[in-house]
């Protein structure tokens, strides 16, 4: 018997399992993808917002503000990449400066650092500002992560500290028992005390399985974005937004960590839950929206398209709620933008509101010490990288030429505890095929590392999920 | 620090002739810096016949004609040293790479060539809309895993672009017995050379659709099926004109790009058309010392090309090193009208050539040289091919006539 399933290890089933994980406690997390943070929190803009955008008395407000203030000593602790580069709402013209002087009127309200400025201290500070922006709302406080490595490093914890994790699980059926509920799965089945349901976009299913009337639907809301290369002269170094429509926080400009530029995203419901097809339609109106707030964007620069679909509610706001018929079934459903900055303080909020009030919470005995983020060769002195190598002549053997990534550190991330699986983990565990040549050069040889290290045939390596094999059979 | 007079970045065709001009010159600390266990470069993965013509007289396949460059390095003292990424350079000439065998290394080369080779515009690149699964590969990276690990990547395959290596794969496939359903192209002309579209297309008897391009990709977790549509004069897709075939694969051959990222790093002017980097008659960079070579600096339709181009970079490393006179008065020189690009950019006053591309097919056709609006030269055609590379010589004499700038450009014969 477990105490805790997690279905779903999305960043808001990560974040809980790290959190849970502090206590006595036994915990299995499901995922039916063959990696952790591979639906929304793969596909997102990668913002922590600064809380500035919710409506007032929102579960949306109150997580984000709270989130956003958790996210930068958390990051510290496992090492993980935040930059708080800081964000423009930009308005053009009298009527988007209403509402701009709004959203500055709730940051106040909220305690969010913000400036009102002009489009000549706009510009001043960032030089390819579109002429028709005439004034701009600034928010310092908003930062930059990558979702998936912060994921990635709260779930190699959570295993640390004893988490079971299921990849490739899908839950088919979940029964209520006497003492907790039976969750059959694509592998088996497990009995647990409490379950919470991080399902993303199919939360509403999922709690469809143990009451028949949930009180919320999910739309998936596909967004697409455009991926440049890192440029030399960046077009931005901050993060760009329009002023909010009843859409959403509209198309953007974001920095990445690794200094790509995303460009996005657009919000399309659509009916097939898992299509995360690119389309001409959107991308298009990525390109045309965009040159609202910028010029000078150079879009032969572009190396990737990609879209993901987030978990759009009925009721507008995160559900967060233990289910009316079914006691110790906890429900994070609907966690949409501003998801990724609130999740620290969604799984706070679940722990303090439900879970503490089904289980007893007792500290763990001589807790392991943190699990930090892979420290790469390229944050290393030249004497420390050397040292390196010559523990292991595979740290000199750089496999990936865009990102210049060794094989060492392919087979470290390979190893760690969270498991990689795929072409895709590695990619989003150090960048290889993420690059100018989009894995050209180095996927053959990832394919070789990763095949060599799971003892598989090279036609068995996938790049995502079961099926979607590269090889397919010797000549 | 490791000081070396002549750094090679890349062991293919165009380092390794660069290598042996240079040590004909006299050059004798020769370093080549080589990423992959083996020298040869991309020419490994092009087990086909049909390189060499040119520079051997004689048909051979592209591991023959890496094993003939490295072979003729044999006697003398190049060091070759595989295994070895390049990292990053200063404009200083201080390379750092990192290789198994001797980890993290600094170099001071006196000079250095680039002879890195190029990649393939890749998906992302063209923005194709429709799924992200399996089955989506690069006519280059399925050449690799077809010829070096032995792997096929599909058994129903539509090609998009008429590139070379789309060309190539496309009989290579078949000939493993994969069923090539089409090769589509957007232009209204194929970018790969006429005798490839013959041996590889035509005599297998797979379909060229010229002015289409790919406007769906089907597939949840490996490709199902592409859609095909033609395209108008702007490019653009024609709705109800849509061909769906049901394939496994689809093998990109979209165009190749210099791989230079270092010399942009440090800071070599890139043309914005070659995408590589702005040179002399001597390979020369616009970095002091730093040359570059073969499809690095533009991307060549044949190995001979890169092979001659490399023997040109080897000798002006190697004019350079040992301080040989050097013109100091020079032009520059431009494309335009339907010429793409012209190579060099920079002409000192000596007898050389200039390499040129057309944007679309021409014939009956005469190539100007022009100096302001003063023509020094004028050359008749009859016919132009995007996919063909053309030479026009220049002699000293020549340049000495010139005032101004020089401009190439080709119009109409009459």
Known sequence: MKDVVIIGAGIIGCFLAYDLSKYDLKIAVVEKNMDVASGATKANSAIVHSGHDPKDGTLKALLNVRGSRMYEQICKDLNCHYEKIGAYVLACGAEEEDTLLQLAKQAENRNIPFEVHTHQEIVSREQNISDEVTKGLWLPSTAIITPWEVSCVLMDNAIERGTELHLNTEVTSIEKMNHGYRIVTSKGEMMSKVVINCAGVHADEVTAMVNPHPGFTITARRGEYFVLDHLKDPVVSIILFPVPSSKGKGVLLVPTIHHNLLLGPTSDPIDEKENVDSTKEGLAEVREKMHKLIKNVPMNQVVRTFSGNRPSGSTHDFVLEEDDLNPGFLICGAIESPGIASAPAISEYMIEHFVSKRLQLLNKNNLPALVLRQRLLSEMSDTERNDKISKDSRYGKIVCRCEQISEGEIVEAIHRNTPVLTLGAVKRRLRPGMGRCQGGFCEPLVLKILARELKLSLNEIVLEEAGSNVLLEKR | ?414
């Not at chain 2, 040869?40 to 048909?59: A, P, V, W």
């Not at chain 2, 290596?165 to 090539?180: F, N, P, Q």
């Not at chain 2, 040109?312 to 690009?341: D, F, I, M, P, W």
Request: net charge neutral.
């Open chain 2, 1 to 414: 620090m490791k000081t070396v007079d002549l750094v090679i970045v890349g062991a293919g065709a165009g380092g390794l002739s660069a290598a042996l001009a240079a040590w004909n010159a006299g050059i004798r600390d020769i370093l080549i810096l080589e990423k992959e266990n083996d020298t040869g470069g991309i020419l490994n993965q092009c087990i086909h016949t049909g390189f060499g013509l040119h520079t051997f007289k004689e048909e051979l396949s592209g591991p023959e004609y890496a094993e003939r460059c490295a072979m003729m390095l044999k006697d003398t003292d190049v060091n070759i040293q595989c295994g070895t990424m390049v990292l990053s350079m200063t404009k200083d000439k201080i390379l750092t790479c990192s290789s198994a065998e001797h980890g993290l290394e600094k170099i001071q080369a006196r000079a250095v060539v680039f002879a890195s080779g190029c990649r393939e515009r890749s998906r992302g690149a063209i923005q194709i809309p429709g799924s992200r699964c399996a089955g989506i590969l690069t006519a280059g990276t399925a050449q690799r895993y077809l010829n070096i690990d032995g792997w096929m990547c599909g058994k129903r395959v539509l090609i998009l672009g008429s590139g070379d290596i789309g060309l190539i794969m496309a009989r290579r496939m078949t000939l493993e017995g994969a069923k090539v359903v089409a090769v589509a192209e957007l232009m209204p002309y194929s970018n790969g050379l006429p005798r490839n579209i013959k041996q590889c297309l035509d005599d297998f008897g797979i379909p060229l659709y010229l002015s289409h391009t790919i406007t769906q990709i089907e597939g949840k977790h490996r490709v199902s099926a592409a859609v095909l549509s033609q395209v108008d004069e702007h490019l653009q897709p024609i709705k109800n004109t849509e061909k769906r075939f049901e394939v496994d694969a689809v093998l990109l051959s979209v165009g190749l790009i210099p791989e230079n990222t270092i010399l942009e790093e440090a800071g070599a002017l890139i043309h914005p058309k070659t995408r590589g980097p702005v040179v002399d008659e001597q390979c020369m960079t616009s970095l002091d010392g730093v040359f570059a070579c073969g499809n690095s600096l533009h991307v060549h339709d044949l190995v001979d090309f890169v092979y001659a181009e490399g023997q040109r970079c080897g000798q002006g490393a190697a004019a350079y090193l040992t301080q040989s006179l050097k013109q100091e008065k020079c032009v520059q020189v431009g494309a335009a009208g339907n010429v793409s690009y012209v190579l060099p950019q920079i002409l000192h006053f000596c007898d050389a050539k200039l390499f040129f591309r057309v944007k679309t097919p021409m014939k009956n056709c005469a190539v100007v040289l022009k100096s302001g609006t003063k023509e020094l030269k004028k050359m008749k055609k009859i016919s132009l091919l995007p996919s063909v590379m053309e030479e026009i010589t220049v002699t000293k004499e020549l340049l000495e006539q010139c005032e101004d700038d020089l401009t190439l450009e080709v119009t109409s014969w009459n």
